[in-house]
């Protein structure tokens, strides 16, 4: 039977991860599930959480007035929901939508940020590796707005 | 049937127009036939004609149909110009002039017995279609086949009809994805590179065939990389200004190849180096 | 006493009706003042006489007559971006270099009709694309380099994928007569591209004048049959040693040239100079008003345009001479890949120098020089590749 412990450090987003950190990480961890349909969070809501999927599909909304929110991005398996937990003022700016039924970790985000500002290391290691999924978002959305499938620049 | 005669390849030959599709509000495949109840010219998948509009001018199409069907020639062309809306508004019963086939085609000989992954990104289905056929057709000669298809918006989606038949074939998977999805779309959003995660398909044993633009044929061909396949089983669509198809106007040239000759399709190991030269 | 020249020449194309020849078997003496015997043979062939003549202070090649229309007495003085005709002291009939123009202005026009097509009901027929009715081309005055040119093209339109018909109606009855060069311009650079100065094979006649004091004459080398059986109309002799040795010193002119490209390894030179900051200096001086292109005489980029008349009824394809200088040639997609000047120089010069070789096995360039002369600003080719050559030498790049 897989342990939090184990499904955190084998996780790629924490791949490399000193032993002692992993165990500080799994101390803020938590098993979480959500219907499909059901929304993990919506935008305006204080950001203390971020979410790895194991199973299932979210989609990254945007609320738009007089019709159903736009998505703007979706994720999968792999995937790391979520890092406005990292930056003040800690608050969501997309809602969270599950599109299937999702399996996901639930990091407790204010927990962490405080074991990161006890412990810088851990922290430097925490947003070593977020830096590099927001440049992944950022390439990512770069792309969508070129327009590369447009005819005319 | 009429075997076709060898011909000049500088002088088009007739065909009619018997079936108009509208696929998206820019874009419409035409199925031409020959004349006189003629064979149509065979093909190989990512093979281009010359496609001529009486008097107005001539155009590089990739051939969007069925390999096996050799009384029909099929043609998706956008609308983006003059020469593009004139062969986009020809009308059942005109005859449109066709040069060719010409170029290097997909290596769908190469990929027997493997895994064939089609990376597709706008109107770059079109020429990947008659692999998808190919494929399909001769079903056991190949693994798993893996479709990931990214488009602008859900308007933009060609072949809609097929795309949901072909999902249901065995060890097939079918993955589309939007750039913006608008009010109703409720399927993947985002570049097509985010569809990997969710491909199955064997890193040592697959072949990959992208086509699109050419910005996302060079992210779609680095990820691939990223994910473990050889550069030597991944092949890329180029496209360059053509005038003639043959190799004496010499206008689409890319570094020492010509693209209707060498081309359009490479494998990435010999055009990676040529991806990065600006203005090349 | 073996010939000036090297064994370089390029082979006339297979199933072409010109051989290959000895090099000292059939050679004959023409005095000059029966040079239009040798005119009023071809025309008596059907051969529609093509020749040097003098116009707008050039040597250009035109339809001739007789012998009076070429430039007797005339020679060229050429350097970077300059060409001036001068008097001479004698009275040659091939005492110039090169003109602008090369026999592509022949061969593969500047303007001409593809094909023309019709609608009949609800399609279309191309209408009879037979050239008949025109006389085969004698090329009187054929420069080695040039000779060479002509090779070129025949390996692109007659040996690669696909035949060009109308080069294949036009040139497979041409009748080639080479003038050797005894004199090199300050531009040529054929000795190093090995594709001169003088020519070997592939010709039917090769005229070599003597101007210079004694009997103003031609010694002419045969280089197929036909071309023995046009002499035999004439009033040529046979060769003598002496006329064969003088001959041979009046090539050996030729080879003094100023200048040379070193052609080692130069598809990886340029291959890996594609950031070389040489380009952005040329870049600077070129205009890309794409003279070197309408001049040289390997270029061959062409375009097409595709006509219709009022009535809508008949349609016409042309092909015109097209150059990678404009600005439209690699326009795709709403824009030109190849928008700056620096990047259409350095697609000339690479495809010219190194891509040609990949594409055609051999070199786009025969040395003739006419690039350097023609060139508004006086862009030497050579200079480039030597510049760019030396600076990666020094670790410059």
Redesign the interface.
């Known amino acids: 039977m897989e342990t939090l412990e184990r499904i955190v450090a084998d996780h790629p987003f924490f791949q490399g991860l000193d032993h002692d950190f992993t165990e500080l990480v799994v101390g803020c961890a938590s098993n979480v599930r959500f219907k499909a349909g059901e929304y993990i969070f919506k935008e305006g809501d204080p950001a203390d959480t971020f979410y790895l999927i194991r199973e299932g599909k979210v ?1 990254l909304e945007i609320f ?1 007035p007089q ?2 929110p ?5 994720l ?4 790391i929901l979520g890092w406005s937990w990292l930056v003040p003022p800690y608050v969501w700016k997309f809602h969270a939508h599950g ?1 299937s039924d999702t399996r996901a970790i639930a990091l407790d985000g204010k927990c962490l940020r405080n074991k990161c500002e006890s412990n810088h290391d851990l922290g430097y290691e925490l947003f070593k590796r977020f830096a590099h999924i927001m440049e992944q978002r950022l390439e ?1 959305t770069r ?2 707005l ?8 | 049937m009429v075997a076709m005669p060898a011909v000049d390849p500088l002088l088009p030959t007739p065909y009619i127009v018997r079936e108009i599709t509208k696929e998206t509000p820019d874009t419409f495949t035409l199925m031409l036939r020959p004349e006189n109840g003629d064979s149509s010219s065979p093909f190989l998948p990512g093979q281009f004609s010359m496609l001529w509009v009486f008097g107005v001018g001539e155009l590089p199409i990739s051939i969007s149909g069925e390999p096996s069907r050799h009384d029909r020639l099929t043609y998706t062309v956008r609308s983006v110009g003059q020469a593009t809306h004139a062969f986009i508004s020809q009308q059942r019963g005109d005859a449109v002039g066709v040069r060719g086939p010409f170029g290097v085609g997909w290596p769908v000989a190469e990929a027997r017995g493997r895994d064939v992954i089609i990376v597709a990104g706008g109107i770059g289905l079109a020429p990947l279609r008659p692999v998808i056929y190919d494929v399909l057709a001769n079903r056991k000669d190949y693994g798993r086949l893996v479709i990931l298809y990214g488009v602008r918006s859900p308007r933009d989606l060609l072949y809609r009809k097929e795309l949901a038949a072909w999902a249901r074939q065995r060890d097939t998977q079918v993955l589309t994805t939007v750039d913006y999805g608008g009010i109703s779309w409720r399927g993947h959003v985002g570049v097509v590179t985010t569809l990997f995660k969710y491909a199955r398909f064997r890193q040592a044993q697959a072949v990959a065939m992208i086509c699109g633009p050419e910005i996302m044929m060079r992210f779609v061909a680095r990820d691939l990389e990223l994910q473990g396949l050889a550069r030597e089983n991944i092949y890329v669509s180029m496209e360059r200004n053509m005038k003639c198809g043959v190799g004496f106007c010499g206008h689409c040239q890319y570094g020492p190849h010509f693209i209707c000759k060498d081309g359009p399709v490479f494998g990435f190991d010999r055009i990676r180096p040529l991806l990065d030269k600006y203005e090349l | 006493m073996e010939p000036v020249c090297d064994a370089s020449g390029v082979q006339a194309a297979e199933g072409s009706s010109i051989a290959a020849a000895g090099r000292r078997v059939q050679t004959y003496v023409l005095p000059a003042d029966r040079l239009d015997e040798l005119i009023a043979a071809l025309k008596q062939r059907a051969y529609d006489v093509l020749g040097p003549t003098l116009r707008d202070s050039a040597v250009v090649y035109e339809h001739i007559e007789f012998a009076d229309e070429l430039p007797r007495g005339w020679t060229d003085s050429q350097e970077p971006g300059r060409y001036r005709l001068e008097k001479r002291q004698d009275e040659a009939f091939f005492g110039y270099v090169i003109g602008p123009q090369s026999w592509k202005k022949f061969l593969y026009p500047a303007q001409t009709l593809r094909w023309a097509a019709e609608r009949t009901g609800n399609t279309f027929r191309i209408l009879n694309n037979e050239r008949s009715g025109s006389r085969p081309y004698a090329l009187l005055g054929v420069r080695p380099c040039e000779l060479s040119a002509i090779g070129i093209h025949d390996r692109i339109f007659l040996d690669d994928r696909y035949p060009d018909t109308i080069y294949e109606a036009a040139r497979s009855a041409v009748f080639i007569i080479v003038a050797q060069c005894t004199q090199a311009a300050a531009t040529c650079f054929c000795d190093s591209m090995q594709t001169g100065p003088c020519a070997n094979s592939g010709f039917d006649l090769a005229l070599t004048e003597l101007a210079g004091g004694g009997e103003h004459r031609f010694v002419i080398e045969a280089g197929s049959e036909r071309g023995t059986q046009l002499l035999a109309q004439t009033s040529a002799r046979a060769a003598t040693d002496d006329d064969l040795s003088e001959a041979e010193a009046a090539r050996s002119g030729a080879l003094k040239q100023l200048r040379s490209i070193d052609n080692t390894g130069i598809r990886e030179l340029l291959y890996n100079s594609f950031d070389h900051p040489r380009w952005e200096q040329v870049a600077a001086r070129c205009l890309a008003c794409g003279n070197c292109t309408m001049v040289c005489p390997t270029c061959f980029c062409i375009t097409v345009e595709d006509t219709s008349d009022v009535s809508g009824q008949h349609a016409a394809r042309w092909r015109y001479w097209d150059s990678c200088f404009t600005l439209n040639f690699s326009y795709i997609h709403g824009g030109s890949v190849r928008n700056t000047g620096k990047a259409r120089y350095r697609q000339w010069m690479t495809h010219k120098l190194a891509a040609w070789i990949d594409q055609f096995g051999v070199s786009g360039c025969v040395g003739c020089g006419r690039c350097i002369t023609w060139c508004p600003v006086g862009i030497d080719i050579t200079e480039e590749v030597r510049l760019i050559r030396e600076a990666k030498l020094n670790g410059n790049s």
Do not use: E, N, P, W
């Open positions: 989609a738009a019709h159903k736009i998505i703007v991005s979706t999968g398996v792999g995937d599109i990512s792309f969508q070129l327009d590369v499938y447009a005819t005319r620049r």
